[in-house]
Nanobody
Framework: QVQLVESGGGLVQPGGSLRLSCAGSGSIFSINHWAWHRQAPGKQRDLVASMTSSSTTYADSVKGRFTMSRDGAKNTVYLQMNSLKFEDTAVYYC?????????????WGQGTQVTVSS
């Protein structure tokens, strides 16, 4: 089993910054990719950023403002969020996709709330 725990969310003013962390534990092998998703009230869960061993991609809405990084030794990923906007308010979820017995299996964290408000 794999467990993911997010942290770092909170209340921030527009233009401010936050850094989210996602610590993984358990049987983390054969990683396909890590990702951050977010879900605003009444909306679907959307992909924010995705990281493989060779590349990182971002949603258009966060390009140039958000940066995803990883500490492989700690099985931890981060999401540095700068120049935050009201529309970035959401619950942010971390996800890992691993290859398990020949099939891809995804695991999610519990989510961390990010609120951008003046």
């Amino acid at each position: 089993q794999v467990q993911l725990v997010e942290s770092g969310g909170g209340l921030v003013q527009p233009g401010g910054s936050l850094r989210l962390s996602c610590a993984g534990s358990g049987s983390i092998f054969s990683i396909n990719h890590w990702a951050w998703h977010r879900q605003a009230p009444g909306k679907q869960r959307d992909l924010v950023a995705s990281m493989t061993s060779s590349s990182t991609t971002y949603a258009d809405s966060v390009k140039g403002r958000f940066t995803m990084s990883r500490d492989g030794a700690k099985n931890t990923v981060y999401l540095q969020m700068n120049s935050l906007k009201f529309e970035d308010t959401a619950v942010y979820y971390c996800k890992i996709v691993i290859m398990d017995n020949g099939r891809l299996q995804d695991y999610w964290g519990q989510g961390t709330q990010v609120t951008v408000s003046s």
